[in-house]
């Protein structure tokens, strides 16, 4: 048995986060791809209160929750770190992840997935939540600074998935108009080696999230 | 100016596991008793995203949600630990109060404050949901071991809180017929010392929570 195992699906934006923090971190894995409408009962078994994706197994012992699962990834391993040394900075990478992850992020795909009113209620609403992040990158190369970090690695709905499924439902939400900041930050992004290399290709990604779009786009 | 302040609400629950994070850690600090209704712009100042309690002001630099809050204030002073030693333990513990406040915490709200369809359905979705405690508590002293920790800071709302504005509404969601180990966890936690010296009064707390319960109950 591998030491460390994966439970992700190739297009989960949560699954992906995990994996970036495992190849950061230099941690061999192997990555079990779960088909997300015939879930494994392995899966259901290591995360039976949410069963979902993403599932870190390590040494037999289950962990759920990209999160929490990074934050482990962070402590366990050596290497770079994932999450900033001083306890001020480390809050506000916090801060921003619970943002991205339950307002941010909730909003933008309510925005493609929702039909009528709460689809266009959570285009605004999202489009106000991205005024946030387009402030706290005013400046700066990545939200970790200098290099990549865990809000960098967190905001890849925004830095990547998002540009994608808002042409498959042809949302104008996230563009270079309105968010010049937040836009230069993708760019400098996707285009990172490390990012770079391990984006699932967009042909793909858009096939895959078409089933999700709201109906009647 | 004091060194650490805290922008609070008496008889949040959100407030009150900051509180008792700085107690155990025994920081002294000034609390700031918001009125909800009517927030000081010093709140708005400090949380500008989410205009909510609690805030933390460490040498003038703020943090906001509660979450976030207690890992600052545990990596910051010395003292007791509130998050458990081991990587594993501390991502399960992360993984309770996440369970917590997005799962169970959310239904035992609404089962209490929504009106109807809503409400009733909340009320099935919290009593599934604390069936997961139960059996998490099971043969525990405290969720966090022989000592309080994270968890039981956290499970605030399901060790006091609960308790009182489920008689409000008349519900009889949690009992000791139906979860007899959470209930023992509850009896334990109330009457620990720390706990019990520390909790708001139950007739202020009744007079307080009214306000919030479903309507025509």
Known sequence: M??????GCWYSRFSWRVEM??????????????????KSPLLLKYNPIHKKVPVLLHNGKPIAESSVII???????????ILPQDPYERAMARFWVKFIDEKCGVAMWKAFSSPGEEGEKAIEEAAQLLKYLEEEIKGKKFFGGENIGLVDI???FIGYWFGIIQKIVGLELLTKEKYPNLCEWIDGYINHSFIKDNLPPKDKM???FKAYARPGY
């Open 71 to 81: 934050e482990y990834i962070d402590e366990t391993w050596e290497g770079p770190s």
């Open 21 to 38: 923090a495992l190849k950061l971190k230099g941690v061999e894995y192997e990555f079990i791809d779960e088909d997300l409408s015939n």
């Open 206 to 208: 858009t096939e895959a």
């Open 154 to 156: 967190s905001a890849n």
């Open 2 to 7: 591998a030491e460390v195992k994966l439970f």
